[in-house]
């Protein structure tokens, strides 16, 4: 039952879900995250708007996790080179709960609704706990990249270019 | 990234993640580990006889400026309007019409408001208001002016050094305001109080002790060309000769520092090697012209004027006719709009001729100094090399535009005339992210730094992004471009956000596909790896 309603409001739960990240940005920039259209001049906006379709579809479809994963490593890549802490990185992923409860509002009074809203809760928060990975995942890659590029500079200064074989 | 924690008060109160609305004035900067780059080794900065040198770092709350540093500012900024028109003018024309906005790679990749180019610009715009015009000094805020105070300093500090003067804003500005030539001025007076920082600093030092950012002295550049020869000889199986400050040679070839030193530059070394052996050019490098970069570019216009003098004197010393000038970014921005009036005329050379196939570089007249892939494809025009596209076939390839030879000099179309004829997997990325448009790499001008890998990530997403789409689409896994910072900083961006993409020269698909007199069954790349196409030619 919550599904076929999710499903129905699907358009409204996804915008007001992608509004309340957008809205972790600056106020002057929330219009152009969520408006320019281009995937190519607003990257950032677009990737959000995509991958938070893929996973609100996995969520009230199969719970795909590799799917989920793939959707939460793609948007945390961009989150974990922001200026966010760890947790404001992350925490877009609990406003999904915020955003069906508003979307959903008296719908939600139906007990057997609301039962069943819970357990879509808490596989919510199973995808924050998958959050953390990836996005753990991402700042590992950064922190790979800043290490492997200091040890080339090293080398670069210290011994000039090596021979293949040597 | 910002080291914030939530107190369990905020907790119990229910934690807001909105954004809090304020005035961009009234917004504090925050100097964050991973979007700042160190300040300038003492010892570096005193080599160059700068102002106010001390031992002092971005994160540290004394920045020890001069007591008259405001005098400082004011002066050096009253100075600057007088001498260059231009500055006055984008002071005063901006309508803040807003087309620039969203335009910048470090917006994109942020949101951060104050990196929209129109408001970037008004970090300083709003100083000169308050100071320098009759409508801001009385009026003051009301006009959009705003004092200058301490925080004002490290506010320009913290964003000027995060636009990387690629000048991709402008192209979108009704009234062609360069809001590079904006950063480069605040940038030169953020040195006047001692404010440079050492990537930009202790390059320019090595490069006026030596004429190269890397320090490397003349023994050391002979030991490096001389290895490269070594190394292309046992790809090859042809020894080529490479001649290091022979006078009389008829040209003289400058390249970044980058090419005999860093990877994946070095093979675009190699390649130009080979070619200039197949086609029997009489050329020299020299040990002290040996770097066409210029980090003077991203320190001020004197320190420019100052790294890029080498390159005359070094080509009348050894009597040259001209110079080729190899790949190389912001080296090109330098050559082809500074050079003739900072260092020229230089009436002592000829106006380039190739020896090869007789055309005239009549767009080289002033300069005397020719790209080499208009060198490059003019000889492909006129068939004077042979080349085995199926060479490169282990090559799926796309082509960045660097910022600085496709918006600061036009070449656009010659690296893609090399490329379709050294290559045959080769894909466009989409068009608003190439050519005129093309994004930067997120590292230029000097702030390609580990300390600044965050912000580097951020500002070069949206080319990546774009890099994206065609490995997806294509199969792309082969970035090629013609700057050497981009060589630098492509790969660490490409392994962050697209892995399974490398970078290369276009010279090294020239070296891999050019056919040489007396070669080897060149069964290895430039890299030393398998080359491509071989299976295919192995059955002929």
Known sequence: MLTSLLQKKRTEVLDKWLSLLVNTYPPESVNFFLNKKNQFANPVGCTFAKELGILLDSLIGD?????????????????????FSASEAVAYIFFLKTAIREELGDELKDTKVLKELLSLESAIDGMGLIAFDTYMQNRETLNQIKFSDFKRRSEFFGGGRKRSDS | MAEKLIKPEDLARGISYKHPE????????????????????????????????????????????????????????????????????????CVRCGACADKCHFYIGSGDPKNMPVLRAELLRAVYRSNFTLAGKILGRMAGGRELTKDVIKEWFFYFYQCTECRRCSVFCPYGIDTAEITMMVRELLNLLGLGIDWITTPAANCFRTGNHLGIQPHGFKDSVDFA?????????????????KKGAEVLVVVPSADYFGDPHYYGFLGYMALFHEIGLDYTFSAFASEGGNFGLFHSNEMMKRLNNKIYAEAKRLGVKWIIGAECGHMWRVLHQYMDTMNGPADFLE?????????????????????????????????????DPSRNNHWNVTYHDSCNTARGMGLLEEPRYILKNTCNKFHEMPENTIREQTFCCGSGSGIGTDENLEMRMRGGFPRANAVKYVQEKHGVNLLTCICAIDK????????????????????????????????????????????????DTEDV
């Not at chain 2, 002033?366 to 025009?381: Q, S």
């Open chain 1, 63 to 83: 719970q795909n996790a590799e799917v989920i994963s793939g959707a939460l490593h793609t948007i945390n890549k961009i989150r974990a080179v922001q200026d």
């Open chain 2, 229 to 245: 020869v070594d190394d292309l000889e046992e790809n090859c199986g042809v020894r080529v000769e490479a001649p290091i400050n």
């Open chain 2, 351 to 387: 106006e380039p001729v190739s020896p090869i196939t007789g055309t005239k570089f009549e767009n080289a007249k002033a300069t005397k100094m020719v790209h080499i892939c208009e060198f490059t494809a003019d000889l492909i025009k006129h068939n004077k090399i042979k080349l």
């Open chain 2, 488 to 535: 630098a900083t492509l790969p660490p961006l490409l392994q962050y956000w697209v892995p399974g993409v490398e970078v290369a020269a276009i010279h090294e698909l020239v070296g891999n596909a050019l056919v040489m007199t007396g070669e080897n069954d060149r069964s290895i790349d430039l890299r030393g790896d398998k080359m491509g196409g071989k299976e």
């Open chain 2, 22 to 93: 304020k005035d961009w004035r009234d917004v504090p900067t925050e100097m964050k580990k991973g979007c700042i780059n160190y300040g300038a080794l003492p010892a570096s900065a005193d080599y160059l006889d700068l102002p106010n040198v001390k031992k002092w770092q971005p994160m540290h709350d004394d920045w020890q400026l001069p007591e008259n540093w405001k005098e400082i500012i004011f002066e050096g900024l009253k100075e600057r309007l007088k001498k260059f028109r231009s500055l006055q003018l984008f002071m005063d024309v």
